[in-house]
C-alpha cells in the first residue's frame, strides 16, 4: 500500500504512543494475592528516626530471607515516621499498601477511622501467638489496644523521656553528682546552682518545638497531678485547660522568667548537641538519645527517670508494626505476622536496644545474655527501664496532625516563646481542638 | 522530473491538528486534567461527599491557613525585590574588567546551583543559636547572637536572608546576559558627553535591563511561593508557625492531614493569587520596558 510519508509519520507517531501507553500499563499492574510459585511477595516500610535503624533492619530482613525462602520480603526504607506516613497514604491511594511497616504509635486512631489497617486478633489464633502478642510490656501496648480491644499495632522501637544531667557541673556545683534532681523544686534549684556555680550557659532544657512540644508537656502534666494522657482511650476526648494543665504549662514558662532555660525555641534535634557541648546542665529528652551520648559525652554523665510531683511517669513514644489493608491479600498480611514475629523475638528486641537506644519491648528481652552483658558494662541503659514501669499512654487522636502539630504545639509556643497567658492559650487551644474532634466522633 | 503525487494526501488543516495532537495530549494529561480534578475535588468534603462549598467556609475561618498567607505574602513582597536588585548591582559590578572576575562571578552564582535542600542543612547549622557560625562570629565581637530560627520574631527574617542570598546569584546571571546585549556604543557615547557613571546607570543602563527584570520578578515571585524544601529541613513550619509557608500548609494539609480535598481548595486559592500577581506585574511593569 502506497502511503504518502506525512501519512506514514503519523502512523509511526500514533505506535510510538500506544507502545509507550502499553509500557506503562504492563509495569503497573502487579496485582493478584503476590504469590508465585509458593513464594509470598510483600512490601514493608521502615523509618529511621535515629539512623542506626535502617542498618539493623537490612541485616534482619537478610537472615528472614535466609530462614524463610517462601517469603519474599521487599523491604522499603521511608525516612522519618511522617515521611513514613505520607509514602503508606499514597500507597494505600494506589492500592498497594505494604503488608507491613513500622508506624509511629499515635497514628493509630487516624489510620483505624480510615480503615486503613488491619487487626492483629484474627491472626493471632493459636496459644503460642497470644502468649507473643502478652509478652510486650502493657505500658507499651496501650497506645496500640483500641477503646474495643483490638490489637492494632505491636511494639518496635520505643523510648520514654528520660533526664540526662551533667555530673561534672553537678559536682563543681557543689552538687551530689549522683543524685538526680527529683522533684519540681530541687529540678529549679540544681539548675540554678549548675548555672552560678559551675558557669553552665543554661540549667535546664526541655524541649519546646513542634513536633514534639506535647510529648513533654505531656509529663510536665503528670507531675503537675492531672491527666498526662491528655487523651482518652478512643482518642475523641481529650483535656488540655484542666487545673493541673494549666500548673503545668506555667511552671513550664517559669523556667525561661527565672533565666533557667532561654524563651526561644528550645530545638528538639539541637538539645542533644547543646547538652554535649556543655551549654545545658540538664535534659530532658528522648531515651533514644543514650546510645549518641555515650559515644560522644565528653563528660560524665547520667541518665534517671523523669523527676515527680504530685504524680509520675513520662509518655512512651516510638513505633508499632501495623498490617495494612488495600491490596493486601490475607496470605500476604499472614507472611506479614511471620515477619513480625520475628523482628520481635527477645534476642533481636534486645539487639535494637543495644544497638540503637530504643527500649527492649519485652521483659524477656531484658533478661536476654546480650543484654545483660551490656547493663554490666553500661549501667545507664538501665534507667530507660526502671522508667518503663510509671510510664503513661502518647497522647494519641484522630486528626493527630491538626489537633497536636497544629494547635496544641502553637498554643504552648505562645506561652513559652512569646508570654502569652497560659490559661487563655489552652482554653483557646480546647475549643479548637474540640471543634476538630467533633467530626471524629 | 515529474512533480511527485501523493496517492493519498491528508488536507493541511487536518495535518497541523494531527502533529499538535502529542502536545495536546501532554497539556491535557499534565495540565487540564489536573486542575479540574483539583477544582472538583476540593468541591468535596473529608469524606469524598459532596459538592459542598465547605472547605472554602472552612478557609475563611482557618487561623493557620490565614497566618501562612501573611508570612508568604510578607516572603514574597521582601525577598523578590531585594534579590533583583542585589543581582543588578552584582551584575553591574562584575560585568567590569576586574581581576579574578570569572571567580568572582562562579562564587556568586555557587548557591543558586545548590538544591534547596543542601543550602537549608548549611544554613540550618549558620544560625544555630550556641554552636552556630554566625553567632560564633558576633561572640568575637561581644556580641551574645540571638536564636535566629527559635526566636518567633527572627524566624521568618532569618529564613529571607536564605532566600536572598540563594537566589541573587542565580539572576545575576540573567542580568549578565541582559549586559551583553546593550550596546556598548551607548557607553562610549556617555563617556564622551561626560554624563556619570550613576545617570548612565540611571538613564540608560536601568531601563534597557526592564525586559530582564520583568522576566526575573516573574521568575522569582513563583519562586518565592514554591520553594519551600528549607521549611521542612528548617523549622516545620515553627515555632507557633511563625514560619508556616502556604506550599508547606498545602503539603501539610493533604499529605500529613490525608484531607486532599481542603488542600486542593487551599490551592486553587493560591493559583487565584499567582496568576493575579503575574499579571499585576505584567501590566505595570510593561508601560515602562522599552523593547527594542
Known amino acids: 500500500m502506497a502511503l504518502s510519508p506525512r501519512t506514514r509519520a503519523l502512523a509511526a507517531t500514533t505506535l510510538a504512543l500506544t507502545a509507550i501507553a502499553g ?226 504549662l506555667e511552671f513550664w514558662a517559669s523556667l525561661g522568667t527565672q533565666k533557667i532555660a532561654p524563651t526561644t525555641e528550645v530545638a528538639w534535634g539541637t538539645s542533644t548537641d547543646d547538652f554535649l557541648a556543655g551549654t545545658t546542665g540538664i535534659l530532658w529528652t528522648t531515651s533514644g538519645r543514650i546510645g549518641s551520648i555515650q559515644e560522644k559525652a565528653g563528660f560524665d554523665w547520667g541518665v534517671s527517670a523523669l523527676p515527680a510531683g504530685a504524680g509520675k511517669g513520662a509518655p512512651t513514644g516510638g513505633g508499632s508494626l501495623m498490617l495494612f489493608d488495600a491490596g493486601v491479600s490475607k496470605k500476604q498480611k499472614e507472611a506479614a505476622v511471620t515477619l513480625a514475629k520475628f523482628l520481635t523475638t527477645p534476642e533481636r528486641a534486645a539487639d535494637v536496644s543495644i544497638k540503637s537506644g530504643y527500649i527492649a519491648t519485652s521483659e524477656a528481652a531484658w533478661n536476654t545474655e546480650a543484654m545483660r552483658a551490656h547493663l554490666a558494662k553500661h549501667p545507664q541503659a538501665k534507667a530507660p527501664h526502671d522508667a518503663v514501669a510509671d510510664a503513661i499512654p502518647e497522647m494519641a487522636t484522630p486528626d493527630r496532625d491538626r489537633v497536636v502539630y497544629q494547635t496544641l504545639a502553637p498554643a504552648l509556643q505562645s506561652v513559652l516563646l512569646k508570654g502569652a497567658d497560659p490559661r487563655k492559650a489552652l482554653d483557646k487551644a480546647q475549643s479548637d481542638i474540640d471543634a476538630v474532634l467533633k467530626t471524629h466522633r | 522530473m515529474k512533480p511527485r503525487t501523493s496517492p493519498r494526501r491528508l488536507p493541511d488543516q487536518v495535518f497541523a491538528y494531527a502533529l499538535l495532537v502529542p502536545a495536546f495530549a501532554f497539556l491535557v494529561l499534565f495540565t487540564v486534567k489536573p486542575l479540574v480534578s483539583t477544582v472538583v475535588s476540593s468541591l468535596y468534603d473529608r469524606r469524598d461527599e459532596g459538592p459542598t462549598l465547605d472547605n472554602y467556609r472552612l478557609l475563611a475561618e482557618d487561623e493557620v491557613f490565614r497566618k501562612a498567607l501573611v508570612n508568604n505574602l510578607l516572603f514574597s513582597v521582601l525577598t523578590v525585590p531585594v534579590s533583583l536588585a542585589l543581582a543588578m548591582l552584582l551584575a553591574v559590578l562584575l560585568q567590569r574588567a576586574l581581576k579574578g572576575k570569572a571567580l568572582l562571578r562562579a562564587g556568586v552564582f555557587a548557591p543558586a546551583i545548590l538544591p534547596v535542600v543542601a543550602v537549608a542543612v548549611i544554613w540550618l547549622y549558620f544560625y544555630q543559636p550556641n554552636i552556630g557560625v554566625i553567632n560564633e562570629v558576633l561572640g568575637w565581637f561581644g556580641v551574645t547572637g540571638p536564636d535566629w530560627l527559635g526566636d518567633t520574631a527572627l524566624v521568618l527574617p532569618s529564613l529571607m536572608a536564605m532566600m536572598v542570598w540563594k537566589e541573587a546569584g542565580f539572576f545575576m546571571i540573567f ?92 490551592s486553587l486559592l493560591v493559583i487565584g493569587v499567582l496568576v493575579a500577581l503575574a499579571v499585576l506585574q505584567i501590566r505595570l511593569l510593561d508601560r515602562r520596558i522599552h523593547y527594542r
Open chain 1, 23 to 248: 509500557c506503562s500499563s504492563a509495569s503497573g499492574g502487579s496485582g493478584g494475592d503476590g504469590a508465585k510459585d509458593g513464594v509470598v511477595s510483600i512490601d514493608f516500610y521502615y523509618p529511621d528516626q535515629v539512623g542506626t535503624l535502617s542498618t539493623l533492619i537490612d541485616g534482619y530482613l537478610k537472615d528472614f530471607a535466609k530462614e524463610h525462602p517462601e517469603i519474599k520480603v521487599k523491604g522499603v526504607y521511608s525516612g522519618d515516621y511522617d515521611q513514613t506516613l505520607a509514602a503508606v497514604n499514597t500507597a494505600i491511594d494506589a492500592r498497594k499498601a505494604p503488608a507491613l511497616a513500622i508506624m509511629d504509635q499515635s497514628f493509630m486512631h487516624d489510620l483505624v477511622e480510615r480503615k486503613a489497617v488491619t487487626a492483629w486478633n484474627p491472626f493471632l489464633t493459636s496459644d503460642a501467638d497470644r502468649k507473643w502478642k502478652d509478652s510486650f510490656y502493657p505500658q507499651f501496648m496501650s497506645n496500640s489496644v483500641g477503646a474495643d480491644g483490638q490489637v492494632w499495632g505491636i511494639p518496635f522501637a520505643r523510648s520514654t523521656i528520660v533526664q540526662y544531667w551533667n555530673k561534672d557541673y553537678f559536682k563543681k556545683a557543689g552538687l551530689d553528682p549522683e543524685k538526680p534532681p527529683a522533684g519540681w523544686d530541687e529540678l529549679v534549684a540544681d539548675a540554678k546552682a549548675v548555672q552560678s556555680g559551675a558557669g553552665a550557659k543554661w540549667g535546664l532544657f526541655i524541649p519546646t518545638s513542634t513536633g514534639t512540644a506535647y510529648w513533654l508537656y505531656q509529663a510536665l502534666v503528670q507531675q503537675a497531678g492531672g491527666d498526662g494522657a491528655i487523651s482518652d482511650r478512643a482518642g475523641t476526648k481529650v483535656t488540655v485547660n484542666s487545673e493541673q494543665n494549666v500548673k503545668a
Open chain 2, 175 to 266: 542580568y549578565l546576559a541582559g549586559l551583553q546585549a546593550i550596546d556598548p556604543e551607548l557607553d562610549e557615547a556617555s563617556l564622551l558627553e561626560g554624563t556619570g557613571r550613576f545617570t548612565h546607570f540611571r538613564r540608560v543602563t536601568f531601563p534597557l535591563l526592564m525586559p530582564t527584570t520583568l522576566f526575573a520578578a516573574i521568575v522569582a515571585l513563583a519562586d518565592s511561593i514554591k520553594m519551600v524544601d528549607f521549611v521542612f529541613v528548617m523549622t516545620q513550619g515553627g515555632p507557633d508557625n511563625a514560619s508556616n509557608l502556604l506550599l508547606y500548609y498545602i503539603y501539610r494539609v493533604t499529605f500529613a492531614q490525608h484531607w486532599p480535598q481542603y488542600g486542593a481548595a487551599i
